[in-house]
């Protein structure tokens, strides 16, 4: 599979032309998407996540981290076009899903079982963009 990542106002088409006629050459038809671009989640965030919001968890339920992310993430990135449903990975979110991903965890966290996890500001930053 090839994938360009460029600003828009740096596009070389005839290059992306020719290196899919090099890739491809031998297929009848090739499909080709278009789409905006963003970050995937950053190491921050994860970090945030694992070291902040689910040890805080964790110590109030005495569950272990690591089971409080494999319930966060059958609870909230449940894939459903599977026939069997399974979760979707943390590492496929982008900066803004995986910012969503942490309030959603954060208000369960707040309305179920009373607690206040602080997040910093620049992880909100991140969910509206």
């Known amino acids: ?5 460029f600003k828009a106002d740096c596009v070389n ?3 992306m ?3 899919i006629m090099k890739t491809y ?3 009848k038809k090739v499909v080709i ?3 905006g671009y963003r970050d995937n989640r950053t190491n921050a965030q994860n970090k945030l996540l694992r070291w902040q919001v689910y040890k805080e968890i964790a110590k109030d339920t005495g569950y272990l981290p690591e089971q409080i992310h494999w319930y966060c993430k059958g609870k909230f990135l449940l894939d459903r076009s599977w026939k069997i449903p399974c979760p979707k990975s943390t590492t496929e979110l982008n900066t803004k ?3 969503e991903y942490v309030d959603k965890i954060v208000r369960r966290a707040s309305q179920e079982l009373g607690l206040f996890i602080e997040l910093p500001s620049d992880l909100r930053e991140l969910r509206d963009l």
Not at 1 to 5: D, G, R
């Open 33 to 35: 998407e278009v789409k």
């Open 1 to 5: 599979m090839l994938q360009y990542i």
């Open 25 to 27: 050459w031998e297929e």
């Open 17 to 19: 032309r020719e290196d």
């Open 97 to 99: 899903e995986f910012g």
């Open 13 to 15: 088409l005839d290059n």
